[in-house]
């Protein structure tokens, strides 16, 4: 597992260096094409932007799927002081923002610099704090700009897309910190999962596929899938908070969340196999998250359906998870679709 530790955490690091906000992912799925394809596969994209291949096997089909968009930004609108007013992209917490660098995408391909502030930041000028509700955020461009006119000759626009920075850093002690480990960490899991079963030459026990979404943070990523699915898995994040038994070094198994109960009998094959492996893993309940797989099961598809992932601490902020969570996910999916 060791040598595919060390490829899932390059390609944490390459998959988080390229923005890719709900709406804004072709380069994020170019990199998995390429990917996919030096690893000897045969990826496809779908016409909304989807990457999909099939890893091998026969028997019952299984997709698991993993999301490539993140939470960000558009520009909403100019003001005339030269600052940019911004409209979420996904579930985005503004407080968790404010202060942060991030990239100003046009449509004809430039970027710039800014940083993320509230209208009234300084500690030494407010009368009273500013709460960082989206109506009092604003980017400032790191450029000479005081005039709406002064943005606009830069060539920036209304639908815009704003990237916050990842900023993603590995400790020494094995903690991953970064945003956007929703869900790029498992992304960059199944990537090794790919890696292995090409140099390993696994056995696959059923036709494995993998899916790659570019729209799950709003909500219809897995609305399309393979019409043959008989069984999949998502591939996302695992929760850690209060009332919750996972801990950022453990693998997730949820058994409901806010669209209801997840397939008891694959849960509970899941969590036999957890334990049986001797996994550090704990099953609960997200009562404020969504997957693909339900976004599938909204779209009619007959499927069996699961959620796993690693558990991520502060979700939708400044992430963290640690490499003992990639390490147990990986070994559940590996004994899931090999015994």
Same mark, same amino acid.
């Given at each position: *597992? /060791? ?11 390459? %998959? ?17 094409? =390429? ?19 099939? +890893? ?14 993140? %939470? ?11 600052? %940019?007013?911004?409209?979420? +992209? ?6 968790? =923002? ?7 995408? #046009? ?46 000759? +830069?060539?920036?626009? #209304?639908?815009?897309?704003? =990237? ?8 020494? /002690?094995?903690?991953?910190? /970064? ?11 199944? %990537? ?39 069984? *999949? ?10 009332? +919750? ?23 509970? #094959? ?11 893993? =704990? ?31 502060? /979700? ?21 679709? #090999?015994?």
């Amino acid at each position: *597992m /060791s040598s595919y530790m060390d490829f899932i955490t390059e390609q944490l690091y390459a %998959l988080t260096a390229i923005p890719s906000p709900t709406g804004f992912t072709k380069k994020a799925a170019d990199y998995l094409l =390429a990917e996919l394809t030096s690893l000897g596969y045969t990826p496809e994209l779908s016409n909304k932007g989807n990457v999909s291949v099939t +890893l091998g096997g026969s028997g019952s089909p299984l997709v698991l799927a993993a999301h490539v968009d993140t %939470l960000g930004a558009m520009v909403r609108s100019i003001k005339e002081n030269g600052r %940019l007013r911004p409209t979420t +992209l996904g579930g985005h917490q503004w407080s968790t =923002a404010d202060g942060e660098n991030c990239t100003i995408h #046009t449509r004809d391909g430039r970027v710039y610099t800014g940083v993320v502030l509230n209208t009234e930041p300084s500690a030494h000028v407010a009368d009273q704090k500013v709460e960082a509700l989206e109506e009092n955020m604003e980017i400032l461009l790191d450029e000479n700009v005081s005039s709406k006119e002064d943005v606009l000759a +830069l060539g920036i626009q #209304t639908g815009d897309i704003i =990237a916050m920075d990842p900023r993603t850093v590995i400790t020494k /002690s094995g903690y991953i910190k /970064s945003r956007f480990l929703d869900d790029k960490l498992s992304a960059a899991i199944l %990537l090794g999962l790919a890696r292995a079963i090409r140099d390993e030459n696994w056995k696959l026990n059923r036709k494995v596929s993998l899916l790659f979404t570019v729209y799950e943070e709003v909500g219809h990523g897995g609305c399309f899938i393979p019409s043959d699915t008989e069984e *999949m898995l998502s591939v996302d994040m695992g929760c850690v908070g209060a009332d +919750l038994g996972c801990t950022e070094r453990m693998v997730s198994i949820c058994a409901k969340d806010s669209g209801g109960p997840y397939n008891y009998d694959l849960v509970t #094959t899941l969590s036999n196999i957890a334990r049986e492996q001797k996994l550090d893993y =704990a099953i609960d309940i997200y009562p404020h998250y969504g997957s693909d797989v339900e976004a599938s099961l909204r779209a009619g598809y007959d499927i069996r359906h699961g959620l796993i992932g690693p558990g991520v601490y502060a /979700s939708h902020n400044y992430e963290r998870s640690h490499v003992n969570g990639v390490r147990c996910t990986f070994e559940l999916l590996k004994t899931y679709i #090999t015994k």
